[in-house]
Nanobody, 121 residues
Framework: RVPLVESGGGSVQPGGSLRLSCGVPEYTGNYLAWFRQVPGDDRRGIAVISSGGGHIHLDNSVKGRFTISVDNSEDVLYLQMNSLKPEDTGMYYC????????????????WGQGVQVTVSS
């Protein structure tokens, strides 16, 4: 269980963009993911990428707007968020694990500290 360090959260207006970053050690896990959690709800898997960057999964709610990527030369996981909507508001966590494209929090052993993303007028 290796702590991950996130950055890039903030407050933006609808239609704006944010880029989240997460430092991940080289051998942390085979799958890297972003989760979102809002008060009163479970942590939800938003995007997953194989650590080599060759395959991705995106939740339907963000498909076409968000991009998950990994820069293995820098050991950094990214979530590029464009055309942000108020519904995207929440605490975003990066995570690393070994289960095949899992969107279940219990399948991830290493977590970031969380960064707040707020989308409002």
């Amino acid at each position: 269980r290796v702590p991950l360090v996130e950055s890039g959260g903030g407050s933006v207006q609808p239609g704006g963009s944010l880029r989240l970053s997460c430092g991940v050690p080289e051998y942390t896990g085979n799958y890297l993911a972003w989760f979102r959690q809002v008060p009163g709800d479970d942590r939800r898997g938003i995007a997953v990428i194989s650590s080599g960057g060759g395959h991705i999964h995106l939740d339907n709610s963000v498909k076409g707007r968000f991009t998950i990527s990994v820069d293995n030369s820098e050991d950094v996981l990214y979530l590029q968020m464009n055309s942000l909507k108020p519904e995207d508001t929440g605490m975003y966590y990066c995570a690393a694990g070994s289960r095949y494209f899992s969107i279940l929090p219990e399948d991830y052993a290493s977590w970031g500290q969380g960064v707040q993303v707020t989308v409002s007028s």
